[in-house]
């Protein structure tokens, strides 16, 4: 069996979705340390899981962090009209992965089937010593292993 980066097949899908969102000027597939001309998505893995489904088949969960990021200058009106910017983004980009939970048009290799991707939590912060705030979206995406292919 040829070797499979199910990870940077995901990656490169959930980049695509990112960055035809028209309200994100960049999309990293990293956690990049210099980011300019907000709002900026970072897409990373975070995490792993798998559990059996039957005798042939695994339910594989592959989780990724995506990070929002919005300048947020000092002064009362600028504060608001970025925190209405970050909302409006991260509800945006949650109707992105609703409206597409089975990532259509993803190729997957033998043996591999698409089940779903989920926003499963938001966090809201601050980077500290920026005037940059974040929202921090775990990403669920569920994909099932035929052991025999």
């Known amino acids: 069996m040829p070797y499979v980066n199910m990870w940077e097949i995901l990656t490169t899908k959930l980049k695509q979705i990112l960055e035809a969102n028209t309200l994100i000027s960049n999309t990293y597939s990293y ?13 990373t893995p975070s995490a792993n899981e798998s559990d059996y489904t039957t005798t042939t088949e695994n ?3 592959y989780a990724f962090m995506l ?3 919005v300048d947020r200058p000092s002064g009362e009106n600028n504060e608001q009209v970025s925190e209405e910017a970050m909302r409006q983004l991260v509800d945006d980009v949650l109707d992105n992965f609703d409206k597409d939970p089975q990532l259509s048009g993803i190729s997957l290799p033998t043996g591999y089937t698409m ?32 052991i025999n292919s």
């Open 115 to 146: 089940v779903t991707v989920r926003p499963a939590k938001v966090v809201w912060g601050q980077v500290p010593e920026t005037h940059l705030i974040t929202a921090v979206i775990d990403l669920e995406v569920k994909v099932e292993f035929n």
């Open 31 to 43: 956690e990049a340390s210099d980011i300019s001309g907000t709002p900026v998505a970072t897409l």
């Open 67 to 69: 990070r929002l990021y």
């Open 59 to 61: 339910t594989r969960v």
